[in-house]
């Protein structure tokens, strides 16, 4: 049964568009069964639409021959002929594949135009940026799909009660949910194994961890070796020691001297990482725009799953001696869900002294946030001193346990 996604709501609203609607995502995140679920309601709608992927060999080599033979496998467009002509719909999983999609696609869109609507997916960003030109500029969105937030991950186990609980939690000021232990319970559970859908819907633990150690050894590996690196193992041993650090400074020069290759290498390792999905890199927030250039970003995660499953660590996350930076990760990927991205930063004075995020929602206005499991942990000197260089970013500090002082993790 076909679980609905958040974004679901947003790529079904943009079908009705002229420009073709692209789903980028890491691997495994459900991108192929959320364009299956929108083709049967298209289909059940009256629509013509036709199905395919570029992962069968057979049309590949087709369609790399020219763009028309896609009409081989899937219904062509009527092209100005029929005065009754219906809008064809044309699914295609796994697009970059393709030899050149940005041309293959830019082409139906030349040759078609209102006649044909392309819902095509693309399992990397790293394909989509490498591969798609400016041609398309105009012509397509980007929708990304990740793996389930939090929300979702209730939802796909069935405790619907508790979503409500947390939609209450977050949309209304002084409510107090009397199931608050019984969120926190599953929070953790989240925090452990993460949001890949396959393994969310799983409910035994060991076979949990036989999936996540299948998507770390042949999904994420397909992303290597498609993306060209040559070392594979010096590129796990990237990936084992960011995994140790969600949250910490990347110091490129001490990565490359570690692992034993040059600056150069670890950018590329790391754009990978980036563009298949697996991390985020944030830059630091000053008020001197070459200073945020230059200095060291941060990596966070874009599933805890991963992490864990990298450290092989799948106990308790209350036992855990790194839950204060399994913590900040999940607030960094519950924030880029909330605001844009390109937004959210962090500060970071010479002297060490650090907000976790800062996120700018207007010119030099916004506000910033400060993770915590503990709201003990605060440091107010710290606070003081960011409020008193930036105003106009009122600083709240999010922990992990309800208190008067802190604002709720699900608060936000």
Known sequence: MYIYRN????????????????????RQCGKTSLIKALSDELTKQGEIVSYISFEDPTILSAINKHPEEVFSFAIRPANGKSKDKKRIYLFIDEVQ????????????????????KVIATGSSAFYIDSKFKDSLAGRKRIFELRTLDFDEWLLFNGFLQLKDEL????????????????????????????????????????????????????????????????????????????????????????LANTIGVDNKTIERYLFILQKSFHIS?????????????TKMPKVYF????????????????????????????YIYRRLSRVYDSSNIKFWRTADKKEIDFVITTSFNQGLAYEAKVNCRDIKNSVLDKFTNNYPNYPVSTVSYNISENCKWVFKI
């Open 7 to 26: 974004i679901h709501y947003q790529i079904n609203n943009h079908l009705k568009k002229k420009e073709y609607t692209i789903i980028t995502g890491p």
């Open 97 to 116: 594949y393709a030899a050149d999609p940005s041309n293959f696609l830019k082409y139906l869109y030349d040759t078609y135009e209102e006649e044909l």
């Open 167 to 254: 939609e209450n939690i977050r949309t209304q000021k002084d409510y107090f949910s009397s199931v608050s232990k019984e969120l926190l319970d599953n929070f953790n559970n989240y925090l452990i194994y993460g949001g890949y859908p396959a393994v969310v819907l799983e409910n035994d633990v060991q076979e949990k961890i036989y999936m996540l150690n299948e998507i770390k050894s042949s999904f994420l590996k397909r992303d290597i070796q498609e993306s060209g690196v040559s070392s594979i193992e010096k590129f796990y041993n990237l990936l084992a020691i960011l995994a140790q650090q969600p949250g910490n400074l990347v110091n490129k020069n001490e």
């Open 281 to 293: 890199l944030l830059r630091p927030f000053y008020s001197n725009i070459r200073k945020e250039i």
């Open 302 to 329: 874009n599933d805890s799953g991963m992490i864990n499953i990298i450290l092989n660590r799948f106990y308790d996350f209350n036992i855990r001696e790194d839950k204060g930076a399994l913590f900040e990760n």
